[in-house]
């Protein structure tokens, strides 16, 4: 992909932009380059109520309120995850689809937490007067770990609602988000995945598209669907070319403020690591799907996640390989530290760089053998992070709360309770197959005579360790869970469980590599915050950071393309559906479902389907509400095009472009397809038929 050349202003996001770029803050949003590019006011009611009505999903994904009684929408991929554990041999909800009529027909989700944003406060100079100027890294990492527990925990005890400190600018900022959480979220309607992934992993990634990716869920409080204040209203006309959009979403991680460094360890070792992963365990999934009907069940869900990461990943791989891209990386920070070195004053900015590079190097010489222990790639499967969260909740929680691991601090209690007690189905089966191949994959890493190896397989081969380990644990039981987790460090101890005592076994370097990794992080966030501090003071403060999984508000205009010489327009229509179906001799994954089929007749097929816009999105964003300048809902983000893969790194909208699904589209499924009629009302009318 070929970018514009970035200037410095575009490395340091600091002055007007280029392009629609930017993943914006809500309570920093970009309201002078909206008023002067698009003569839109972007007003405090305006956003409020965007914020309020905005979801994301803890399972990975964004989505909105579409009712007052709790309904939301997000995508099919995103709920995928939910709607797979509600499944059974019987009843496949992911392949035949789901919907109820009714709210007593309503499934209960097994383990799904939604947050919504109401409350953000800057916390960054409590944090920074609580981390000593000369503290060596070890022990300020532990002094900033205390007051960040200290200021959720307080927020928490006062508010009631989740409460988590965000780093942003790579430790510039440090703001404190407050969420309403609910636990008890109701799966309401799910199309066939055929309809909702249509073209499957030929068509990711990829425009023009046809896909209803769309689920609706229901959050609940107190046993009855919850009242809220703040939702988005239906348009039937959805997006029109042309038109101004916006995005509200929660944007999973950007890269686009690393240092150069930074980037070529992402380049050269990385992303190259983790793509090998990602390719050995498509094929092993693939395989081992095709065996069966039931193993395709199981291994679904994970299958596709596995193809679209590793699409991804190879997407924003070949960014950094870019020359144009990355040259434009090193002019940018090139001409920064130029400026940089002629203002003594800004000396620990310059020198920042270096640590950056330093603290990068070090733990590229660890970088594999912590994500095999650490990362939990040496055991790759449920069975495992289960046993490890018991064998550490014992030994973490009764520490004072500062000084726990981040996962087990009072703030995250709750979600770490949900997930761990929840009821979902865990196959053996399919656990024996990813861990025998994750032992496999660690004796190749590691070395067959590495003595952890050694005792890590106890004399087995792979495979029988792996059985050994899944048939002997007791993990999978939640009860037996609970009982441990209650128990305590003794109770775990006393269980003798094979999967926890190979937990044990890796802790002690696990969490040795985990300290250096912490060290280090703590050496490249106080660099980055220096350059920070730089950057504003040269350039002002006007900006986004890097994304964080926090809410950010993005806008662009739905706007075609030209690729290989060739115009392709912003929307598509459901006439392109059954021309495209009949293009691919209707093979899957090109196959309509049969409600589909029989249903054509009625559809109006001028209706558009999905479309393309230049708002600024990154993984994370899927199932974020696309509105318009009234704040109606009209679409839905449920991928972008092989261009904006490189979006981690840099923006640009020469061929990048955010895929949605129109609205217009939804409710004409809904109305004539499925038939959905009640839901179709509530979403009309934005309240539940009473």
Known sequence: MKIPCLTLAALTL????????????????????????????????????????????NSGGSGSFVSEDGLLISNHHVGADAIQKLSTQEKNLLRDGFHARKPEQELKCLD????????????????NAAVPKDADPAAAFAARRKIIAEIEKESQDRTGMRSDVVTLWQGGAYHLYRFKRYTDVRLVFAPEQQAAF???????????????????????????????KHFLRFSPKGAQDGELVFVSGHPGRTSRLLTVAELEHQRDQALPLRLNTLNRLEVL????????????????????????????????????????????????????KATLAGKPEFADALAAYDRIAEATRILATQAIR?????????????????????????????????????????????SLELNLFSEKPIYTDLEILVLADALTFTAGQLGSDDPLVKQILAGKSPRERAVELI???????AAFRRQLYQGGASAVAAAKDPMIELARLVDAESRALRKVAEAQGEIRQQAHAAISRARNALLGTTGYPDATFTLRLAFGTVKGYEEDG???????????????????????????????????????????????????????????????????????????????????????????????????????????????RELLRELRVGRLNR
């Not at 799904?112 to 944090?127: F, G, M, P, S, Y």
């Open 14 to 57: 600091a002055l007007p932009l280029p392009a629609d770029e930017g993943m914006w803050l809500f309570n920093q949003p970009p309201g002078d380059l909206l008023r002067e590019r698009y003569q839109f006011d972007v007003t405090d009611a305006w956003l409020e109520h965007l914020q309020k009505s905005s979801v994301r999903f």
């Open 566 to 676: 060739q115009s392709v327009p912003p929307l598509t229509t459901m006439a392109g559906l059954y021309e495209r179906a009949k293009e691919m001799n209707y093979k899957p994954p090109f196959d309509l479902p049969q409600s589909w089929v029989k249903r054509k007749s009625r559809l109006e097929l001028k209706t558009p389907y999905n479309f393309v816009s230049t708002v600024d999105i990154i993984g994370g964003n899927s199932g974020s509400p696309v509105v318009n300048r009234a704040g109606e809902f009209v679409g839905i983000i449920f991928d972008g095009t092989l261009s904006s893969l490189s979006w981690d790194y840099a923006f640009s909208d020469k061929q990048g472009r955010a895929t949605s699904v129109h609205s217009a589209a939804i409710l004409e499924a809904l109305a004539k397809v499925y038939p959905a």
């Open 198 to 228: 249509f073209g499957g992993d030929v068509d990711n990634f990829e425009f023009p598209r046809f896909d209803l990716d769309v689920a609706f869920f229901r959050a609940y409080e107190n046993g009855q669907p919850a009242k809220v």
């Open 471 to 477: 048939q002997g644990t007791k993990v999978r039981d």
């Open 112 to 127: 799904l937490e939604l947050n919504v944003l109401q409350e953000i406060e800057d916390v960054t100079a409590r944090i």
């Open 285 to 336: 999934l693939g395989n081992w799907a095709a065996r069966s009907e039931e193993n395709s069940r199981r291994a679904h869900d994970d299958f596709l996640g596995v193809q679209n990461a590793r699409k991804a990943l190879n997407g924003k791989l070949a960014g950094l390989l870019d020359p144009e891209l990355f040259s434009a990386k090193v002019t940018a920070e090139s001409e920064f």
């Open 370 to 414: 912590s994500g095999l222990l650490e990362g939990g790639q040496a055991f790759r499967s449920d069975s495992f992070g289960i046993a490890r969260t018991l064998l550490r909740a014992g030994e973490e929680l009764p520490k004072p709360n500062g000084e726990r691991l981040r996962e087990f601090t009072d703030s995250g209690k709750e």
